[in-house]
């Protein structure tokens, strides 16, 4: 089992940065791909990035491309979410996921993170 913890969302103004952070526990931390999704007052949750096992390829929504970057230290058990440039519509409950296969469900979630941003 595999537990995460996200940290980091807070009030900011738009333009700022964020850095979020997800902690895992667990040792199989290295074996799962990770992401990261987002989830806003009224809407779906939506994808935001993702990150492979050993910090590879990695994979963006087109709202966050440019801005926001995906990153992992395996030998911390954490990823992360720098989020740059940020807008009002990006503000949401920000969860991490992992999950042992390339694609398909995400086998475990974080609680999520509020990130909030004012004009």
């Known amino acids: 089992q595999v537990r995460l913890v996200e940290s980091g969302g807070q009030l900011v103004q738009a333009g700022g940065s964020l850095r979020l952070s997800c902690a895992a526990s667990g040792r199989t931390f290295s074996s799962l791909s990770m992401g990261w999704f987002r989830q806003a007052p009224g809407k779906e949750r939506e994808f935001v990035a993702s990150?492979?096992?050993?910090?590879?390829?990695?994979n963006y929504a087109d709202s966050v491309k440019g801005r926001f970057t995906i990153s992992r230290d395996n030998a911390k058990l954490t990823v992360y979410l720098q989020m740059n440039n940020l807008k009002p519509e990006d503000t949401a409950v920000y969860y991490c996921?992992?999950?042992?296969?390339?694609?398909?469900?995400?086998?475990?979630w974080g609680q999520g993170t509020q990130v909030t941003v004012s004009s």
């Open positions: 996921a992992g999950r042992y296969l390339v694609i398909g469900k995400y086998d475990y």
């Open positions: 990150i492979n096992r050993s910090g590879g390829p990695t």
